[in-house]
């Protein structure tokens, strides 16, 4: 691969004369394709148990998705920082936001309701204390369970129990919610906020504050 200055890359990438343009379009890509595939064999654990040739392809992949893109915003390089590690950001947000995007597409809200029943496996809420519970306070939080599961279940809309449930419970991204939900992520929030101040009134209304509930859960 060829060193080059920023003033070179953005005159070579943008060269009419394929002579130029093309040997920096393979360096560029190759550079961007090694420090994806270092970034997705040693820093993320989630693709550790992946066969090597599948994280070389994902390489291959997100640096092609990313030459397009460097190439799409070659007027915003401001000449800030190298042209390469400027190029590199953007390959790295391309494939953080690949792989998060590969995450969720098999997320379906058919998780969140069977024939409009609420499915209480949702509400397994995050309650991993590092000591034992007592029965008194297992059997509490049981009892407070029930009532959230019938809170989700009752107080809320169809849309608006699946995007807590999504959200909230499932942890998909608010992005991939709204897409699923067929709106934007301002309709979104709006969405959520409703749902909240459901569920609070709800929960009040059977003598369970938030603070309790967050007192009661977040106790390690």
């Given at each position: 691969m060829?060193?080059?200055?920023?003033e070179e890359w953005l005159a070579h990438l943008q060269s009419e004369d394929k002579a130029i343009r093309a040997p920096a379009l393979e360096d560029l890509r190759e550079r961007l394709r090694r420090g994806l595939h270092f970034y997705l064999s040693r820093e993320r654990s989630d693709l550790a148990d992946r066969p090597h040739e599948d994280v070389?392809?994902?390489?291959?992949?997100?640096?092609?998705?990313?030459?397009?893109?460097?190439?799409?915003?070659?007027?915003?390089f401001r000449g800030e920082s190298r042209f390469t590690t400027w190029a590199s950001k953007i390959a790295m947000r391309v494939a953080i936001s690949e792989l998060r995007r590969v995450r969720w597409k098999d997320y379906s809200l058919e998780t969140v309701t069977a024939e409009g029943e609420y499915m209480p496996r949702t509400t397994a809420?995050?309650?991993?204390?590092?000591?034992?519970?007592?029965?008194?306070?297992?059997?509490?939080?049981?009892?407070?369970m029930q009532i959230i599961e019938e809170a989700i279940a009752e107080a809320l809309t169809d849309r608006q129990r699946?995007?807590?449930?999504?959200?909230?419970?499932?942890?998909?991204?608010?992005?991939?919610?709204a897409r699923?939900?067929?709106?934007?992520?301002?309709?979104?929030?709006?969405?959520?906020?409703?749902?909240?101040?459901?569920?609070?009134?709800?929960?009040?209304?059977?003598?369970?504050?938030?603070?309790?509930v967050m007192d009661l859960f977040g106790s390690q």
């Open positions: 060829t060193d080059r200055t920023n070389q392809q994902m390489a291959e992949d997100f640096a092609q998705d990313a030459l397009l893109k460097v190439l799409d915003n070659l007027d915003s809420m995050p309650a991993s204390p590092s000591q034992p519970l007592g029965p008194e306070e297992a059997a509490e939080r049981g009892d407070v699946a995007a807590i449930v999504a959200s909230a419970l499932e942890g998909v991204p608010l992005q991939e919610v699923m939900l067929d709106t934007n992520t301002n309709a979104l929030y709006k969405l959520i906020h409703d749902a909240r101040l459901k569920l609070r009134r709800y929960l009040e209304a059977k003598g369970v504050t938030m603070d309790y």
